[in-house]
């Protein structure tokens, strides 16, 4: 569910999504719709 809200903080660049990042793989936030 995407919220849109600036609470969200990217709370998910912690998760698994911005490890795949950090790899160099340009994996797309499915709650930002933003690529990291």
Not at 6 to 14: D, G, L
Not at 21 to 30: A, F, P, S, W
Request: proline share 0%; with cysteine.
């Amino acid at each position: 569910m995407h919220y849109g809200t600036v609470t969200h903080s990217h709370e998910h660049t912690e998760s698994s999504l911005h490890s795949k990042h950090r790899l160099g793989q340009k994996v797309m936030c499915t709650y930002c719709n933003q690529f990291l």
